[in-house]
């Protein structure tokens, strides 16, 4: 079958599309006949070596932490599925991913793909709602009624939260460029303003919060403001580096470190398929092409979430 993977850490040049044997499931695995996996800021990390101490890989390496696709085939002790079903699945970090014809992922990982999306969206839903979902409901316990902060709204975990968040009944400011705008308030944002400015502070945006979520990834200096922005006794969770916290106001901090679960994925899907979470893909690629995706993603131009598709 065929894989884009890399033989060593480095620039996207590394990628290289190859022939490899088609993987056999061991007990409690499941083989999938990929259909797409997607882009995530992460896999860029991954190969270039950065983060080689915190997710021990083995070389060579198969990238792609998201999957959409069908059940190909059954290892023992795998109950509950069959052959031909449609599933989704964020991969576990140190094993081969989803840029390839086929893969194995772990039967617990693994929930039913949306029923209303193309199975190849699908791949844009699991490492980022996930991400989504530990950040609101587990890191920063939103409640109905609380107000929250979304900055780096409109990127792929920020779209996410902003409709959680509204679905959980929460009044939600976010933050992000102007072209993304007019999508954040269809999913429901109370207000959309564009990147703060250092010195506009809180209450030029409505603020404090009760909840301040962050997805960009800003300097120490700007991750220190942002504690300006929560409200005494509020939370500030972040999935691109640490915000202060603020002992003397009870404000407390949190750092995300997204993890693989299958029943909270299946929760997503639900929500999907309910209408309630639309999942935003700005561009579908080939494989063959991901080289291209990874050098587009280090420079700044790849225009928001994209879904690889499979050979
Ligand atoms: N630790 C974990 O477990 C974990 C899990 C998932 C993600 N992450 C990290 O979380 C971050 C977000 O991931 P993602 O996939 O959502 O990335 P993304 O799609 O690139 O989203 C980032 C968003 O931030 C916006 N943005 C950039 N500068 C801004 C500014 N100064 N003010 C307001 N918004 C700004 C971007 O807008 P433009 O598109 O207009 O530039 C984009 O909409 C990444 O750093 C990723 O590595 C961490």
């Known amino acids: 079958m065929k894989v884009m993977r890399f033989h060593e850490f480095g620039s996207s ?3 290289r599309y190859e022939d490899v044997d088609r993987p056999v499931p061991g007990t409690g695995q499941v083989l999938v006949r990929v259909a797409a996996t997607s882009f995530n800021p992460v896999d860029d990390h991954i190969r270039a070596g950065v983060l080689a101490e915190m997710i021990p890989i083995t070389l060579p390496y198969v990238p792609g932490i998201d999957l959409a696709g069908t059940v190909a ?3 023992a002790d795998v109950i509950g599925l069959e052959v031909g079903d449609r599933v989704v699945a964020m991969l576990p970090l140190d094993s081969a991913g989803g840029a390839a014809e086929y893969v194995l992922a772990p039967a617990e990982s693994l929930a039913p793909a949306p029923r209303t999306t193309e199975l190849v969206d699908a791949a844009a839903l699991p490492l980022t709602g996930l991400a989504a979902w530990q950040t609101a409901f587990e890191l920063a316990e939103l409640k109905p009624g609380q107000t929250v902060l979304v900055n780096g709204a ?4 920020g779209s996410l939260v902003v409709q959680l968040a509204v679905d959980a009944g929460a009044h939600v400011t976010a933050v992000d460029a102007s072209q993304h705008a007019d999508r954040l308030r269809g999913y429901g944002a109370d207000r959309v303003v564009g990147p703060l400015a250092s010195t506009a502070g809180p209450a030029a945006v409505g603020g404090p919060f009760q909840v301040v979520v962050n997805h960009v990834r800003v300097s120490p200096e700007e991750l220190a403001q942002l504690t300006n922005y929560v409200a005494d006794g509020g939370v500030a969770v972040s999935t691109a580096g ?12 949190a750092s995300l ?11 997503l899907v639900a929500k999907v398929d309910a209408g309630k979470l639309r999942l935003h893909v ?18 700044g131009r790849l225009p ?5 598709l499979a050979p």
């Open 13 to 15: 040049e590394v990628l």
């Open 154 to 157: 409109g990127g792929a975990v």
């Open 304 to 308: 928001g979430k994209t879904v690889v």
């Open 282 to 299: 700005a561009a579908h690629r080939p494989v063959a092409e991901l080289a291209a995706v990874h050098e587009e993603a280090g420079t």
């Open 73 to 75: 085939e059954l290892g």
């Open 257 to 267: 470190w997204v993890r693989s679960d299958g029943a909270q994925l299946t929760e």
């Open 242 to 253: 640490p915000i202060p916290e603020d002992p003397a106001r009870g404000v407390r901090s």
